[in-house]
C-alpha cells in the first residue's frame, strides 16, 4: 500500500477517504479541504478527525461556555484559567492549587473497570501537566436504577477501576456522590476530580515556543488499546445497530503513572521543561498540535520514532491512539541529556520525537516521508463551531405543573415514621460505604474530611495546617424540571457544602453532563444550564476555573437527565478548626439555619414514596447562600460550633439522620411554630443548614446570626439513642442504622 504522502495527497485530490466512519460531517471534510488548499492524507484526516470530534472540540457547547469568560467574577485568586489542562488558584503563604473535573462516561458503560480507571489516570495528568503534585481525588457517579441487573455489571466494574487506579497511585479519594436513576440506564456518569497542589513559581503551561528546542515524547509505549479512545466514543449517541467500540477503550497501568509523576515532578524542579502536554484524548495529534499552536512556532515530528507496544499500528493509529501514561514535553537543547537521565532513574521510556521550528506549521514524517503539514491551530483550536437550534420542549410546561407538593402525605405519626424510614434506607439517600470503603481516604496523611462529610478537606502545609475543601454536586431531578435553577442549585449546593465544613468558597470547575445536541430540547437544557451557572457564579464570586462538557449521554431517544456536576473548591487557614458533619457530644442544641418553604419538587420524598418527577425545584437565593456561608466559616473559625451538615436531598431528616449516625448519638427534635412535621422533615428548600452548638456558644452564636439577618432557630438538642420527633415518633439509631447501612450491600450481592 503506497504511503499517503503530502505529495501525494497533492497529486490525488479525487481519492475517497473515510471521512464520515471518522466522525466527520461532509462540510467538515470540505472545510479541512479548504483549509489545506488540497484533500488532506490519512493522518491529517485522523488528527483533524479526532480534535474535531465533540469531546475535543466543543464544537457545539463553545457558544454557550463563552459566557463562563464574558460573566467571570473579579477574583484575585485565579491565577491561570479557562484554556489551560486546569485552573489554578492561590491559596495563600505562596501556595497555588489546581483543580478540574472531567468525564469519562461512554468508555466506563463499555468497559467499567478501565473506562473509570483511566479516567482517574486522565484527569491526574491534567493536573500533573499544571506543574503541581496531586494531592486528591473525587468522583461524582451515576447509575441507573438501583435494581436494574446492568448497574450490578457497571457500578461494581467502575468503583474496582476507580480504587484500583487511585489506591495503586497513593492518592486519597476524598469525595464525589453516588446516585441512581433510570435515566442513567444506558449511559451511566463516570466524572473524576483532582486537586493538586504547588507553589506559584512552579506553574507550567502547554507551549512549544524556542526554536531548535526538542519535543520529548515520555512514559508508556504507544498501543492500540485506546484508538479513538474517548475522542470518538464521546461524540455520538450509543446504539445497538453499530459495530462495537470494545477496543477504543484504553487500558491504565496506575504502576507506569505513579513513575511518571514523580518523573515528571523531579524535571520540574530542576527547571528542564519549557512547555508540557499530558496525552489524554485525542493522543499525539492533541498533544501536538496544542503545544505548537500555544507557541510562538512550528514543530517537525519524526513519527516513526515513537516507541511503539505494537509494530503494526499505522501513522494514522499513532496519531489517535489514546494509550495511557504519556506526556509530551519542550526542553532546551542543553537539559535534554539531564532529562533523559531523570526519566532513566524512574525507569520510564523518554525519546525526542521533533524539535520546535521557526515556521508556523505543524510538519509529520514517517520514515523520512511527510504525511501532515497543517496550521496547528487549524486543529487544535479552529474546528467547526455550531450554532445547534434549541427550543423549550412542549412537555416541559406539564412536567412544571404536575406539582409534587399535591402529592399525598403522611397521614398518621406512623405513616411519617414509615416514610423516614423508607427516605434513610433508599438507594440515593442509603449509605455509600460499600462504596467508599473500596477507596483509600487516608493515604499520605494529610485527610482530614473524606466521605460521607460535607466536603473533603486535606492539609497543604503542615506547619501552618493551610488546607484546602472540595465538594461537588448536581441533581439531574431538579434540572429536568429547571434547567436554569437547576445548575444554580448544584453550585449553591456545593458551596454550601464547602461552607458546612469551614472553608472559604473560592472557584469553581464543572462538568456538564448532556445528551444529544442534536436534539432542540436537550440543547435548550444545555444553554439554559450554562446560563444559570454563570450567572450564579458571577453573583457568588467563584469563578469557573475550566471544566468538561459530555455530550450524547444517550441511547436512541432516551436522553439522560440534564446533570451539571458542579465542583466547588475552598480554602481553610487552618485545618484543625473543620467542621464535620458529626453530633459527637450529648447536649449540643441543634439549630436549623435558612428558611425553610413546601418545596418539593424532584425531592428525594416524590421520588422514594411517589415515583414521582414535576413541579419546580426549589427557590435558588444566592445572597442568602453567601450569608449562610459566611455564618459557616465564621462559627467554625470562632469555635462557635461542634458540627454542620448541609440541607440538600431528603431535606432536614436525612441531615440529622446522618449526623446522629456519624457521631453515634441520638437527638430530641421539635417542630418549630408555623411548620408542620411533615414539611418540617421533608422539605428541600435550599439556603440552609443543621449545626450543633456548644451550650457555651449559644448566645454569642444567635447574636451573629441576629446581627446578619439570618433565620437562627432552635430546633431540638443531640441526646439518648434515638431520633425522637416530639410529639410525632421516635427512631432508634439501631434501626435507623440497619435500614441506612444494609441497601447497597443487599442490592449488590
Same mark, same amino acid.
Given at each position: 500500500?503506497?504511503?499517503?504522502?503530502?505529495?501525494?495527497?497533492?497529486?490525488?485530490?479525487?481519492?475517497?477517504?473515510?471521512?464520515?466512519?471518522?466522525?466527520?460531517?461532509?462540510?467538515?471534510?470540505?472545510?479541512?479541504?479548504? /483549509?489545506?488548499?488540497?484533500?488532506?492524507?490519512?493522518?491529517?484526516? @485522523?488528527?483533524?478527525?479526532?480534535?474535531?470530534?465533540?469531546? !475535543?472540540?466543543?464544537?457545539?457547547?463553545?457558544?454557550?461556555?463563552?459566557?463562563?469568560?464574558?460573566?467571570?467574577?473579579?477574583?484575585?485568586?485565579?491565577?491561570?484559567?479557562?484554556?489551560?489542562?486546569?485552573?489554578?488558584? $492561590?491559596?495563600?503563604?505562596?501556595?497555588?492549587?489546581?483543580?478540574?473535573?472531567?468525564?469519562?462516561?461512554? *468508555?466506563?458503560?463499555?468497559?467499567?473497570?478501565?473506562?473509570?480507571?483511566?479516567?482517574?489516570?486522565?484527569?491526574?495528568?491534567?493536573?500533573?501537566?499544571?506543574?503541581?503534585?496531586?494531592?486528591?481525588?473525587?468522583?461524582?457517579?451515576?447509575?441507573?436504577?438501583? =435494581?436494574?441487573?446492568?448497574?450490578?455489571?457497571?457500578?461494581?466494574?467502575?468503583?474496582?477501576?476507580?480504587?484500583?487506579?487511585?489506591?495503586?497511585?497513593?492518592?486519597?479519594?476524598?469525595?464525589?456522590?453516588?446516585?441512581?436513576?433510570?435515566?442513567?440506564?444506558?449511559?451511566?456518569?463516570?466524572? @473524576?476530580?483532582?486537586?493538586?497542589?504547588?507553589?506559584?513559581?512552579?506553574?507550567?503551561?502547554?507551549?512549544?515556543?524556542?526554536?531548535?528546542?526538542?519535543?520529548?515524547?515520555?512514559?508508556?509505549?504507544?498501543?492500540?488499546?485506546?484508538?479513538?479512545?474517548?475522542?470518538?466514543?464521546?461524540?455520538?449517541?450509543?446504539?445497538?445497530?453499530?459495530?462495537?467500540?470494545?477496543?477504543?477503550?484504553?487500558?491504565?497501568?496506575?504502576?507506569?503513572?505513579?513513575?511518571?509523576?514523580?518523573?515528571?515532578?523531579?524535571?520540574?524542579?530542576?527547571?528542564?521543561?519549557?512547555?508540557?502536554?499530558?496525552?489524554?484524548?485525542?493522543?499525539?495529534?492533541?498533544?501536538?498540535?496544542?503545544?505548537?499552536?500555544?507557541?510562538?512556532?512550528?514543530?517537525?515530528?519524526?513519527?516513526?520514532?515513537?516507541?511503539?507496544?505494537?509494530?503494526?499500528?499505522? *501513522?494514522?493509529?499513532?496519531?489517535?491512539?489514546?494509550?495511557?501514561?504519556?506526556? !509530551?514535553? /519542550?526542553?532546551? *537543547?542543553?537539559?535534554?541529556?539531564?532529562?533523559?537521565? /531523570?526519566?532513566?532513574?524512574? $525507569?520510564?521510556?523518554?525519546?525526542?520525537?521533533?524539535?520546535?521550528?521557526?515556521?508556523?506549521?505543524?510538519?509529520?514524517?514517517?520514515?523520512?516521508?511527510?504525511?501532515?503539514?497543517?496550521?496547528?491551530?487549524?486543529?487544535?483550536?479552529?474546528?467547526?463551531?455550531?450554532?445547534?437550534?434549541?427550543?423549550?420542549?412542549?412537555?416541559?410546561?406539564?412536567?412544571?405543573? =404536575?406539582?409534587?407538593?399535591?402529592?399525598?402525605?403522611?397521614?398518621?405519626?406512623?405513616?411519617?415514621?414509615?416514610?423516614?424510614?423508607?427516605?434513610?434506607?433508599?438507594?440515593?439517600? @442509603?449509605?455509600?460505604?460499600?462504596?467508599?470503603?473500596?477507596?483509600?481516604?487516608?493515604?499520605?496523611?494529610?485527610?482530614?474530611?473524606?466521605?460521607?462529610?460535607?466536603?473533603?478537606?486535606?492539609?497543604?502545609?503542615?506547619?501552618?495546617?493551610?488546607?484546602?475543601?472540595?465538594?461537588?454536586?448536581?441533581?439531574?431531578?431538579?434540572?429536568?424540571?429547571?434547567?436554569?435553577?437547576?445548575?444554580?442549585?448544584?453550585?449553591?449546593?456545593?458551596?454550601?457544602?464547602?461552607?458546612?465544613?469551614?472553608?472559604?468558597?473560592?472557584?469553581?470547575?464543572?462538568?456538564?453532563?448532556?445528551?444529544?445536541?442534536?436534539?432542540?430540547?436537550?440543547?435548550?437544557?444545555?444553554?439554559?444550564?450554562?446560563?444559570?451557572?454563570?450567572?450564579?457564579?458571577?453573583?457568588?464570586?467563584?469563578?469557573?476555573?475550566?471544566?468538561?462538557?459530555?455530550?450524547?449521554?444517550?441511547?436512541?431517544?432516551?436522553?439522560?437527565?440534564?446533570?451539571?456536576?458542579?465542583?466547588?473548591?475552598?480554602?481553610? $487557614?487552618?485545618?484543625?478548626?473543620?467542621?464535620?458533619?458529626?453530633?459527637?457530644?450529648?447536649?449540643?442544641?441543634?439549630?436549623?439555619?435558612? $428558611?425553610?418553604?413546601?418545596?418539593?419538587?424532584?425531592?428525594?420524598?416524590?421520588?422514594?414514596?411517589?415515583?414521582?418527577?414535576?413541579?419546580?425545584?426549589?427557590?435558588?437565593?444566592?445572597?442568602?447562600?453567601?450569608?449562610?456561608?459566611? /455564618?459557616?466559616?465564621?462559627?467554625?473559625?470562632?469555635?462557635?460550633?461542634?458540627?454542620?451538615?448541609?440541607?440538600?436531598?431528603?431535606?432536614?431528616?436525612?441531615?440529622?439522620?446522618?449526623? !446522629?449516625?456519624?457521631?453515634?448519638?441520638?437527638?430530641?427534635?421539635?417542630?418549630?411554630?408555623?411548620?408542620?412535621?411533615?414539611?418540617?422533615?421533608?422539605?428541600?428548600?435550599?439556603?440552609?443548614?443543621?449545626?450543633?452548638?456548644?451550650?457555651?456558644?449559644?448566645?454569642?452564636?444567635?447574636?451573629?446570626?441576629?446581627?446578619?439577618?439570618?433565620?437562627?432557630?432552635?430546633?431540638?438538642?443531640?441526646?439518648?439513642?434515638?431520633?425522637?420527633?416530639?410529639?410525632?415518633?421516635?427512631?432508634?439509631?439501631?434501626?435507623?442504622?440497619?435500614?441506612?447501612?444494609?441497601?447497597?450491600?443487599?442490592?449488590?450481592?
Amino acid at each position: 500500500m503506497t504511503l499517503d504522502t503530502v505529495k501525494h495527497a497533492t497529486e490525488t485530490p479525487d481519492v475517497e477517504q473515510p471521512w464520515a466512519e471518522l466522525g466527520l460531517k461532509k462540510d467538515e471534510y470540505e472545510r479541512i479541504r479548504e /483549509i489545506l488548499g488540497r484533500r488532506p492524507t490519512g493522518a491529517e484526516l @485522523a488528527m483533524y478527525s479526532v480534535m474535531w470530534s465533540e469531546h !475535543c472540540s466543543y464544537k457545539s457547547s463553545k457558544v454557550h461556555l463563552k459566557q463562563f469568560g464574558e460573566k467571570a467574577p473579579q477574583n484575585d485568586a485565579m491565577l491561570v484559567g479557562i484554556g489551560e489542562n486546569a485552573g489554578v488558584v $492561590d491559596v495563600g503563604q505562596g501556595y497555588a492549587v489546581t483543580f478540574k473535573v472531567e468525564s469519562h462516561n461512554h *468508555p466506563s458503560y463499555i468497559e467499567p473497570y478501565q473506562g473509570a480507571a483511566t479516567g482517574v489516570g486522565g484527569i491526574v495528568r491534567d493536573i500533573l501537566a499544571m506543574g503541581a503534585r496531586p494531592v486528591a481525588v473525587v468522583d461524582p457517579l451515576r447509575f441507573g436504577a438501583a =435494581d436494574h441487573p446492568d448497574t450490578k455489571r457497571v457500578l461494581p466494574g467502575v468503583v474496582a477501576g476507580i480504587g484500583g487506579y487511585g489506591n495503586c497511585l497513593g492518592l486519597p479519594n476524598i469525595g464525589g456522590e453516588v446516585v441512581f436513576d433510570a435515566c442513567y440506564q444506558g449511559n451511566p456518569l463516570v466524572n @473524576a476530580g483532582c486537586i493538586g497542589v504547588m507553589r506559584h513559581e512552579d506553574i507550567h503551561l502547554a507551549k512549544a515556543s524556542g526554536p531548535g528546542n526538542k519535543v520529548i515524547l515520555y512514559g508508556a509505549r504507544t498501543g492500540g488499546d485506546g484508538i479513538g479512545g474517548v475522542s470518538v466514543l464521546a461524540s455520538e449517541t450509543f446504539d445497538d445497530t453499530k459495530p462495537t467500540k470494545r477496543p477504543a477503550v484504553q487500558v491504565g497501568d496506575p504502576f507506569q503513572e505513579k513513575l511518571l509523576i514523580e518523573c515528571t515532578l523531579e524535571v520540574f524542579r530542576e527547571k528542564l521543561v519549557a512547555g508540557i502536554q499530558d496525552l489524554g484524548g485525542a493522543g499525539l495529534s492533541c498533544a501536538t498540535s496544542e503545544l505548537a499552536s500555544a507557541g510562538t512556532g512550528g514543530m517537525r515530528v519524526e513519527l516513526d520514532t515513537v516507541p511503539l507496544r505494537d509494530a503494526t499500528l499505522s *501513522p494514522e493509529e499513532i496519531l489517535m491512539s489514546e494509550s495511557q501514561e504519556r506526556m !509530551c514535553a /519542550i526542553v532546551e *537543547p542543553q537539559h535534554v541529556d539531564r532529562f533523559m537521565e /531523570i526519566c532513566e532513574k524512574w $525507569d520510564v521510556i523518554a525519546t525526542v520525537i521533533g524539535e520546535v521550528t521557526d515556521g508556523e506549521r505543524l510538519e509529520i514524517f514517517w520514515h523520512g516521508e511527510q504525511i501532515v503539514d497543517v496550521p496547528p491551530g487549524t486543529v487544535a483550536h479552529e474546528g467547526p463551531t455550531y450554532h445547534r437550534p434549541y427550543a423549550r420542549p412542549e412537555w416541559q410546561d406539564a412536567l412544571q405543573a =404536575d406539582d409534587a407538593g399535591k402529592l399525598p402525605r403522611p397521614s398518621s405519626a406512623e405513616e411519617l415514621r414509615a416514610q423516614v424510614l423508607q427516605l434513610v434506607s433508599s438507594p440515593n439517600q @442509603a449509605s455509600k460505604a460499600w462504596v467508599t470503603d473500596q477507596y483509600d481516604r487516608f493515604v499520605q496523611g494529610n485527610t482530614v474530611l473524606a466521605q460521607p462529610e460535607d466536603a473533603g478537606m486535606v492539609r497543604i502545609d503542615e506547619k501552618t495546617n493551610l488546607g484546602v475543601a472540595i465538594a461537588t454536586d448536581g441533581n439531574g431531578r431538579y434540572a429536568k424540571l429547571d434547567p436554569y435553577a437547576g445548575a444554580q442549585l448544584a453550585l449553591a449546593e456545593s458551596y454550601r457544602n464547602v461552607a458546612a465544613s469551614g472553608a472559604k468558597p473560592l472557584a469553581v470547575s464543572d462538568c456538564l453532563n448532556f445528551g444529544s445536541p442534536e436534539d432542540p430540547a436537550v440543547m435548550w437544557q444545555f444553554a439554559e444550564a450554562t446560563r444559570g451557572l454563570a450567572d450564579a457564579c458571577l453573583e457568588l464570586g467563584t469563578p469557573v476555573t475550566g471544566g468538561n462538557v459530555s455530550l450524547y449521554n444517550q441511547t436512541g431517544d432516551t436522553a439522560i437527565h440534564p446533570t451539571p456536576v458542579v465542583a466547588v473548591l475552598g480554602v481553610i $487557614d487552618d485545618v484543625t478548626r473543620r467542621t464535620p458533619i458529626a453530633f459527637a457530644e450529648e447536649g449540643q442544641l441543634l439549630y436549623l439555619l435558612g $428558611d425553610t418553604r413546601e418545596e418539593f419538587g424532584g425531592s428525594a420524598w416524590s421520588q422514594v414514596v411517589h415515583d414521582h418527577l414535576g413541579g419546580l425545584p426549589p427557590k435558588v437565593d444566592l445572597e442568602r447562600e453567601r450569608l449562610l456561608g459566611e /455564618i459557616l466559616i465564621a462559627a467554625s473559625r470562632d469555635g462557635m460550633i461542634d458540627a454542620a451538615h448541609d440541607l440538600s436531598d431528603g431535606g432536614l431528616v436525612q441531615a440529622v439522620v446522618e449526623s !446522629c449516625l456519624r457521631g453515634g448519638n441520638g437527638a430530641r427534635l421539635v417542630v418549630p411554630d408555623g411548620l408542620d412535621a411533615f414539611t418540617f422533615l421533608f422539605s428541600e428548600s435550599a439556603g440552609r443548614a443543621v449545626v450543633a452548638v456548644p451550650r457555651s456558644e449559644e448566645l454569642r452564636f444567635t447574636d451573629m446570626c441576629g446581627a446578619r439577618g439570618l433565620p437562627a432557630t432552635r430546633i431540638g438538642v443531640v441526646d439518648g439513642d434515638a431520633v425522637d420527633v416530639q410529639g410525632e415518633f421516635s427512631v432508634p439509631l439501631a434501626e435507623l442504622r440497619e435500614a441506612y447501612e444494609a441497601t447497597i450491600p443487599g442490592l449488590l450481592a
